[in-house]
Structure formats: structure tokens, C-alpha cells
């Protein structure tokens, strides 16, 4: 069993960046893929960013493309998602998820693993 934990969200201004964290326990973290994936009110779950076990390679969705970076850090057992330029469309809970494999990484349903959720808001 993983238990994941998301840090990092905030209030911030349109035009500014965050920096959010995802702490693991419990597994192996290092044999999951991770993604980030955000719901704003009123609206479906999305994908944001994922990112294989090793982090030797990274997708995202077109949305965020060019301004958020996903990394993990193995040794802390940590995935970050790195977010610049935010928008005031940016503004949702933000959670991160694990999966065993990379395979239809915005989907998801497919990923056996969910934190609790940090929020994030960008004002205009």
C-alpha cells in the first residue's frame, strides 16, 4: 500500500509560480509511474503531467505544456510539479497518483494510488 501526500498549493497571482510536492510511503517508489492530475469546480478530473519511474521521460497535457515541469527525486521518495506562468485556469485541487506502469498514463482510472489533494487558486 502507497500512501501519497501532496504539499505545496496556494494562492498566488496570475503570472506567478508554485512548486508542488508529493511524498510517498509505504512502497517501492521507485517502480511507479506518477502523474498529476487537477479538478477545478464543477469539472471533470483531468490529467496534468506524468512521468516514468526513472523520470527519463515526461508528458503532459497541451493546457500546461511549456509551463509546468514534472520531476521526482527517488532517493526522497518524492514527485514535484513544477508550475509557472500560472492562469487563473490553473485553479483546481491538484492530486498525485501512482500506477505500476506508464501505459495510458492520462487515464485516471488506471492509477492504483491517489494523495488527498492540495489546492491551488490564481487570481487575476
Known amino acids: 500500500q502507497v500512501q501519497l501526500v501532496e504539499s505545496g498549493g496556494g494562492l498566488v497571482q496570475a503570472g506567478d509560480s508554485l512548486r508542488l510536492s508529493c511524498a510517498a510511503s509505504?512502497?517501492?517508489?521507485?517502480?511507479?509511474?506518477m502523474g498529476w492530475f487537477r479538478q477545478a469546480p464543477g469539472k471533470e478530473r483531468e490529467f496534468v503531467a506524468a512521468i516514468t519511474w526513472r523520470g527519463g521521460s515526461a508528458y503532459y497535457a497541451d493546457s500546461v505544456k511549456g509551463r509546468f515541469t514534472i520531476s521526482r527525486d527517488n532517493a526522497k521518495n518524492t514527485v514535484y510539479l513544477q508550475m509557472n506562468s500560472l492562469k487563473p485556469e490553473d485553479t483546481a485541487v491538484y492530486y498525485c497518483?501512482?500506477?505500476?506502469?506508464?501505459?495510458?498514463?492520462?487515464?485516471?482510472?488506471?492509477?492504483?494510488?491517489w494523495g488527498q489533494g492540495t489546492q491551488v487558486t490564481v487570481s487575476s
Open positions: 497518483a501512482a500506477k505500476r506502469t506508464l501505459a495510458n498514463y492520462g487515464v485516471g482510472q488506471l492509477y492504483d494510488y
Open positions: 509505504g512502497g517501492t517508489f521507485s517502480s511507479y509511474a
